[in-house]
């Protein structure tokens, strides 16, 4: 049957595939986590180009133009804009008729110029009475153990 040697030989075996066992499990472990890795890296680089194409086309006069003329509606001096409108959109001519004199119906489709001027020509007047009304409101007593309301404070500038 078996020899000691042989016993020795097959044990000596075990005991190398135990200790030789867990490392080559980690390098297994490791090669797959850096194919993972890789790409991961390559996923990003490919961003990373997406990106630097799209810094590049911004240097490209054409390109420049195109987005001024669509983001921002611009045209050149002499050309006639023309803006086109979705028909389920728009409000009927009829229907802003109804409106007070002098105040037009909005879409919401005024350009973005267009509402910043209004912004800043707009008469505040009006906002700064309801503010005051609303500031000069008497403020209910608060009960014990209930904290005061917060109010507005004036540093006197």
Excluded: C, H
């Excluded at 630097?52 to 490209?60: G, K, L, T």
């Excluded at 921002?72 to 409108?85: C, D, N, S």
Aim: glycine fraction near 6%; aromatic fraction near 8%; proline fraction near 7%.
């Amino acid at each position: 049957m078996l020899t000691w040697r042989t016993a020795v030989i097959v044990g000596m075996l075990i005991l190398a595939f135990a200790v030789v066992a867990p490392a080559v499990r980690a390098y297994l472990d490791q090669q797959v986590m850096l194919e993972g890795l890789r790409a991961d890296a390559e996923v990003a680089q490919a961003e990373v180009d997406d990106l630097n194409a799209e810094v590049a086309r911004w240097d490209d006069p054409a390109y420049l133009e195109a987005q001024a003329r669509e983001r921002l509606a611009y045209v050149f001096p002499g050309e006639t804009p023309y803006r086109v409108v979705d028909p389920e959109t728009a409000v009927d001519p009829e229907a802003g008729a109804d409106a007070e004199a002098g105040e037009t119906a909005k879409t919401g489709l005024e350009p973005w110029y267009d509402t910043l001027w209004e912004s800043m020509t707009r008469d505040d007047s009006a906002a700064a009475d309801d503010s005051a009304q609303t500031d000069s409101a008497p403020q209910p007593e608060p009960t014990q153990g209930e904290k005061e309301p917060l109010t507005d404070v004036d540093f006197g500038g």
